[in-house]
């Protein structure tokens, strides 16, 4: 979740290792976590691991949230979902120095595990940085840079952890895990709820929220581990490395998705009741159905060309189904062909009627757009019962 230009050096990856390679008594594994930032890849916070020895004067940062933006076809994989994060180490005042300059909070928590846990993590941590381990294949559900640290310690400390028990009435969605921290930006929650399918509906249970780090470090803070037949507290009281508050976005509801695709149906209708031009309609559904037929494509792609299971099963290709591309491509060619803009309107009439019983959730923006939709396939039907229909 960290934005990193350049990937570390192996010779300093090598250096930490040696480090690493032999904890002492006085050897202290940290959980870090990292407040929001207000760019799109920091809004979810961050984790990492910190390991701190004394008598080596060594204060290391493992982070797993690393990817190099020049990676040849860099977009290309992040969509297809064959993007590699990888394992980064930096000086521990190196890392808060970036983090100070986003004014981003940072917290350290102590990590109450003994010392054959302690050679467990890094031995672990050690398996991690070979250079054949130290790229993953990055998923934002299942193996993010929280997951890492959570597993991590699960095979560290075993059977000896315990996770507090959790009501299921309570337990959310992981659209509604992410939603919490997209909410403030209404056209980026509009967006990601577009590209996750229903595999995004599913509940996620303690365990499963540790992909955010917020709620990683929530979770963990009220897990307890196994002590001489005593419970004791996973983490101790955070210590403040960095504070800020997290930052605070107003709320614009004039340039919202549902203000703005509210205000486009009237003009559609105005435009619909007043314009008598053929040509000057021709040219708005065209402009109309190219939009529709690009996210049409994309949820083609979403649905069967990519390796994100969390896109996969999308609904929405339901209302933005292929046949919005013949459309466009009658309207191109000037042809009526009715028959195919009748598909489009029942099928945009039909997810109207049945959304809500779809084991999908839909942002109010899509029931939108589908009106959009339904109007101008409407028109397009030349249904006789239609006051707005294109007639000669």
Same mark, same amino acid.
């Given at each position: ?12 990856? @090598?250096?930490?290792?040696?480090? #690493? ?22 809004? $979810?916070?961050?984790? !990492?691991?910190? %390991? !701190?020895?004394? !008598? ?12 190099? $933006?020049?990676?040849? =076809? ?10 590699? $994060? ?24 102590? *990590? ?12 672990? %941590? +050690?398996? +991690? #940085?070979?250079?054949?381990? *130290?790229? $993953? ?23 000896? /952890? ?28 509009? &967006?990601?709820?577009?590209?996750? &399918? ?20 929530? &979770? ?46 009237? @003009?559609?209708?105005? /435009?619909?009741? #007043? ?11 065209? *402009?109309?159905?190219? @939009? ?5 494509? /994309? ?21 933005? =189904? ?5 459309? #466009?491509?009658?309207?191109? /060619? ?36 589908? *009106? @959009? %939709? ?19």
């Amino acid at each position: 979740m960290k934005r990193i230009f350049l990937i570390c050096l192996i010779v300093s990856i @090598v250096s930490f290792n040696q480090v #690493l390679s032999q904890p002492s008594n006085d050897t202290i594994a940290y959980l870090i976590t990292c407040g929001q930032g207000t760019e799109t890849y920091s809004i $979810y916070g961050h984790s !990492a691991l910190r %390991i !701190a020895i004394a !008598a080596k004067h060594s204060d290391i940062v493992y982070n797993w949230g690393v990817f190099d $933006y020049n990676t040849k =076809n860099f977009v290309w994989k992040f969509a297809k979902g064959r993007l590699d $994060y990888m394992l980064d180490t930096e000086i521990t005042k190196g890392f808060l120095q970036s983090y100070f300059f986003e004014q981003r909070y940072v917290y350290s928590q102590r *990590i109450n595990i003994d010392s054959k846990e302690l050679r467990k993590l890094t031995e672990l %941590i +050690n398996e +991690n #940085l070979r250079p054949e381990n *130290i790229k $993953y294949r990055y998923d934002f559900f299942y193996d993010d840079c929280s997951t890492r640290i959570r597993d991590l310690l699960e095979k560290s400390i075993g059977e000896k /952890l315990k996770y507090p028990p959790q009501e299921i009435s309570k337990v959310p969605t992981f659209r509604e895990m992410v939603a919490k921290y997209q909410n403030p930006y209404p056209w980026l929650k509009f &967006g990601v709820d577009l590209i996750m &399918g229903s595999t995004s509906d599913k509940k996620a249970h303690l365990r499963d929220q540790m992909f955010l780090p917020i709620d990683m470090r929530n &979770g963990l803070s009220k897990s307890l581990v196994l002590r001489s037949d005593k419970m004791i507290p996973l983490l101790q009281n955070p210590e403040i490395l960095l504070d800020f508050n997290t930052p605070r976005v107003k709320q614009k509801f004039l340039i919202s998705p549902p203000f703005v695709f509210t205000l486009l149906i009237i @003009v559609i209708l105005i /435009l619909a009741a #007043l314009t008598k031009s053929r040509k000057i309609i021709r040219i708005i559904d065209i *402009i109309i159905y190219s @939009v529709f037929s690009i996210l049409s494509i /994309l949820m083609i792609f979403f649905n069967f060309f990519t390796d994100h299971q969390q896109m996969k099963w999308n609904l929405n290709i339901i209302w933005l =189904n292929p046949f919005i591309l013949v459309c #466009l491509l009658m309207l191109i /060619l000037n042809k009526t062909a009715e028959i195919w803009f009748r598909i489009v309107f029942y099928i945009s009439a039909a997810f109207l009627a049945i959304h809500f019983v779809l084991p999908q959730e839909f942002n109010i923006g899509f029931l939108l757009l589908d *009106i @959009v %939709i339904l109007i101008r396939s409407s028109v397009r039907s030349e249904f006789d019962w239609n006051p707005l229909s294109i007639k000669e």
